[in-house]
Antibody, heavy 120, light 110 residues
């Protein structure tokens, strides 16, 4: 069955960097784009970034463009989100989510999330 | 990338039907038949309930139905059950290779 397992969350100071990872299994990783979506405490879901099946194309929300970088390693079925210049409003539960196909289109399966807290 | 508009909360009694609206613009919902709906219980992974506006994934109850008219998508849940109590989010392709979510609707089954 499809599994997406996020890791790498934690407490980080404003202005610092953090890298999140997502391990995928149970589907043909190289045939699907992948998204990162986040949920700040008490808030709704916010789309963050998308990477194409082959890693060639990536797209970002305005709120993170220039600070976050999404990447993937198709040899290891893993996805990463490199987050730089972190701000308090980046505090959220970060989910990786599988695109139904090459995408981007709304995801069809989600992981459980990893929590990022940006605080001094 | 403005969020889609959903009511903050809806409620219904067991057995009743409710509808959650999701209003966007001609740049997102109005232009593409790529609206999905998710059920989200706090602390759990969001679950896909409807995709491409009105299609149900395998395993999702036929009590859940999606529709679209113009710039507004809707999720209707019939025969409400206690287990349906959750947060519901719509999501649409927004063009320029981006997605946009609604603000979420808290469903209370009274």
């Amino acid at each position: 069955q499809v599994q997406l397992v996020e890791s790498g969350g934690g407490v980080v100071q404003p202005g610092r960097s953090l890298r999140l990872s997502c391990a995928a299994s149970g589907f043909t990783f190289t045939s699907h784009g992948i998204h990162w979506v986040r949920q700040a405490p008490g808030k709704g879901l916010e789309w963050v970034a998308f990477i194409s099946y082959d890693g060639v194309n990536d797209y970002y929300a305005d709120s993170v463009r220039g600070r976050f970088t999404i990447s993937r390693d198709n040899s290891k079925n893993t996805l990463s989100l490199h987050m730089n210049s972190l701000r308090a409003d980046d505090t959220a539960l970060y989910y990786c989510a599988k695109d139904p196909g090459f995408g981007p289109r709304p995801a069809d399966f989600w992981g459980q999330g990893t929590l990022v807290i940006v605080s001094s | 990338q403005s969020a889609l508009t959903q009511p903050a909360s809806v409620s219904g009694s067991p057995g009743q039907s409710i509808t959650i609206s999701c209003t966007g613009t001609s740049s997102d919902i109005g232009s593409y038949n790529l609206v999905s709906w998710y059920q989200h219980h706090p602390g759990k992974a969001p679950k896909l309930m409807i995709y491409e506006g009105s299609k149900r994934p395998s395993g999702v109850s036929n009590r859940f139905a999606g529709s679209k008219s113009g710039n507004t998508a809707s999720l209707t849940i019939s025969g409400l059950q206690a287990e349906d109590e959750a947060d519901y989010y719509c999501c649409s392709y927004a063009g320029t290779r981006t997605l946009v979510f609604g603000g979420g609707t808290k469903l209370a089954v009274l």
